[in-house]
RNA sequence: CGGGGCGUGGCGCAGCCUGGUAGCGCACCUGCUUUGGGAGCAGGGAGUCGGAGGUUCAAAUCCUCUCGCCCCGACCA
């Protein structure tokens, strides 16, 4: 491609609206721009790459066994009402009416469409399992479409569907997938970690995060620093604390506390460690107030509680209540003699004694108290959020926590959408069964923009190989000279014969603005050709990623190049 | 949805408070000079100031409504 007629054009300064550096980038290169929030055109350059993360994902899809389909992106409302999760999926599900009222929506996901097709063409079980997938458009109208790429509106995504005869078969196709995954991120080069997305479900571990990792990443990580455990934040414990309660409990005493309502504050005040503060949350979980307890230096994860609770919004209790309640100002509430009867407390509160809490009176807190003598817990959770500071559930190492991009997520589904949609087959002995399925799913857009989280310096981008848009960049520094002109011309023919996805910018720019350009585009080799090197029959290479620099004779580029392709990454 | 902010040539912004009919940088076009890390000079094209309504002799500027866009939304315990 001459860089002449590609339709590109790039930026010098970030666009405003954009707040990664891949949102930045994306823009600056010329790879997407913004139609309307959460949705994006994709122009040459971006589509190129996003072709060649589709491709990849085509051939370990195909691979690890599945077919690729391609299914309608509208779908009439009967469909989601069959599944029920027309009225169950909200305000996320865009949906529009045809001119006869006729209900329909836009597909966010295409479990009811691809159920559908399959309930319809299979009959026996000879025809299973059956692994479909494909890589469309999809449609969801996100609460907050945010950070180009990354969460859209509109977004091309990899969802794939399996359907097996049982459990058994399910496990197999789902270790495929599992394979498959880590080979396609591998290939597009980033480095990632596949977390359990769900523990402690029927059958073990039937559902992975495919994690990007990345400081923006919207998603919490936790992993052993030894063993393989990796779960999202959502799900990670750690080994309950070993210590025991003190043996003797000391009696009960207030400490004035004068305008002091955090813990950190009162700690030092009261020169104790944090350790020893009980924290005490009034929280409304949906229509009710329970109170939360956990050790001062621990924070509340929201989504274990939520799930602990079984309900469906967990949020602290505003000032009113917290008045109402411990009838104190906020920062002074305490279990001891609260009218609340629910009390969840973390799994460490179990080990406190002799603790520090509030005295539901302005200014005041208690000092050695003990749980059981003072007040009653209902419950002790692991309802914590892990930090560093705790060790592994399963080996009892020390814990990393890092920041991921969701790129991937599969899943077992079971028999949920069979079920319901009526999906069925004949086995040998002519008995009816539901078909079990699974779920496999790839942000083609997010994992571009995650590639780019990770791969790039202050200049721009810096493709892996496998998924940048050109592979050689040739860039004659003046394109009046005869001789550089020749040569570029030649090398351009000869790469291209030779199957190199090569990019000539052939522009009468001056030689600054084509190296900034290049290190905006982030194409892995570029070919610098000038007339003073030549001159001295001499042709430069340079390596995007390290800044390599080779000085060759021009018969020894193509080669040169050749061989460097085959060890970049 | 709640809170905050912003809409002015393709992009980034100033002008608004204190009304007088629009400006800067980048990009673009022409010419000359320049040419190894976003050149210089000269000339030029391009904006219903998001939209609607109102106030006024006069509105980018003041008022009302509306649409769009961006950011934040447990950390007080």
């Not at 589509?47 to 994902?57: A, F, G, M, S, T």
């Not at 009416?97 to 000879?126: A, N, W």
């Not at 890589?135 to 996100?142: A, G, N, P, S, V």
């Not at 020894?556 to 085959?566: A, F, I, S």
């Amino acid at each position: 491609m001459r860089y002449s007629e590609l339709f590109i054009s790039t930026l010098k300064e970030d666009p405003a609206e954009a707040e990664l550096i891949s949102h930045k980038l994306m823009v600056r290169s010329g790879m997407i721009r913004k139609l309307a929030t959460g949705i994006y055109s994709y122009l040459p350059v971006g589509l190129k790459v996003i072709k060649k993360v589709e491709n990849i994902i085509r051939e370990e899809m195909n691979a690890g066994g599945a077919q690729e389909v391609l299914l309608p992106v509208l779908s009439p409302a009967q469909l989601w009402q069959e599944s029920g999760r027309w009225a169950l999926y909200g305000e996320e599900l865009m949906r529009l009416k045809d001119r006869h009222q006729r209900d329909f929506c836009l597909g966010p996901t295409h479990e009811e469409v691809i159920t559908d097709l399959v309930r319809q063409q299979v009959r026996s079980y000879r025809q299973l399992p059956v692994n479909l997938y494909q890589i469309q458009t999809k449609f969801r109208d996100e609460i907050r479409p945010r950070f180009g790429l990354m969460r859209g509106r509109e977004f091309i995504m990899k969802d794939g569907y399996s359907f097996d005869r049982d459990e058994k078969g399910v496990e197999v196709t789902y270790q495929k997938m599992y394979q498959a995954y880590s080979r396609i991120f591998q290939r597009c080069g980033l480095r990632f970690k596949a977390v359990e997305a769900d523990t402690g479900t029927i059958g073990g571990n039937f559902s992975h995060e495919f994690m990007v990792l990345a400081s923006s990443g919207e998603e919490e990580v936790v992993s052993c620093r030894q063993c393989s455990y990796a779960v999202n934040a959502d799900k990670a414990e750690c080994r309950p604390p070993q210590t025991e309660p003190p043996a003797f409990p000391y009696a009960r005493e207030e400490a004035h506390t004068p305008g002091l309502k955090s813990v950190p504050d009162v700690a030092v005040f009261l020169n104790k460690p944090v350790t020893v503060i009980l924290k005490t949350l009034i929280i409304q979980a949906d229509n009710e107030i329970i109170l939360v307890l956990l050790r001062g230096d621990h924070e509340l994860h929201p989504e274990k509680l939520r799930k602990h609770l079984n309900c469906h919004e967990i949020a602290l209790a505003d000032e009113e209540t917290v008045r109402r309640v411990t009838k104190a100002p906020v920062g002074f509430a305490s279990p001891v003699g609260i009218d609340i009867h629910k009390v969840i407390a973390d799994l460490t509160v179990e080990t406190m004694g002799n603790f520090v809490c509030g005295a539901n009176v302005e200014d005041y807190h208690l000092t050695d108290v003990n749980w059981g003598r003072d007040f009653h817990i209902d419950q002790f959770v692991d309802i914590r959020r892990v930090s560093t500071q705790d060790t592994c559930p399963l080996c009892g190492s020390g814990l990393e926590i890092n920041r991921g991009i969701e790129v991937g997520h599969i899943f077992k589904l079971g028999t949920k959408y069979s079920k319901m949609l009526n999906a069925t087959y004949l086995d040998e002995s002519g008995q009816s069964q539901i078909i079990v399925m699974g779920c496999y799913g790839i942000g083609v857009g997010r994992t571009v923009a995650a590639a780019i989280e990770q791969n790039h310096d202050q200049n721009g981008i810096i493709w892996p190989q496998a998924i940048a848009p050109y592979q050689v960049l040739l860039l004659p520094l003046d394109v009046q000279d005869k001789n550089v002109l020749t040569l570029v011309e030649n090398l351009y023919t000869d790469l291209k014969a030779a199957g190199v996805e090569v990019l000539l910018d052939d522009r009468e720019e001056r030689p600054g603005a084509k190296f900034k350009d290049a290190d905006l585009l982030g194409i892995p080799l570029r070919v610098n050709i000038g007339a003073r090197d030549l001159a001295k029959n001499q042709v430069e290479i340079k390596i995007r990623r390290s800044g390599e620099i080779f000085k060759l004779v021009p018969d020894d580029v193509k080669n040169k190049l050749m061989e460097l392709l085959g060890n970049l990454s």
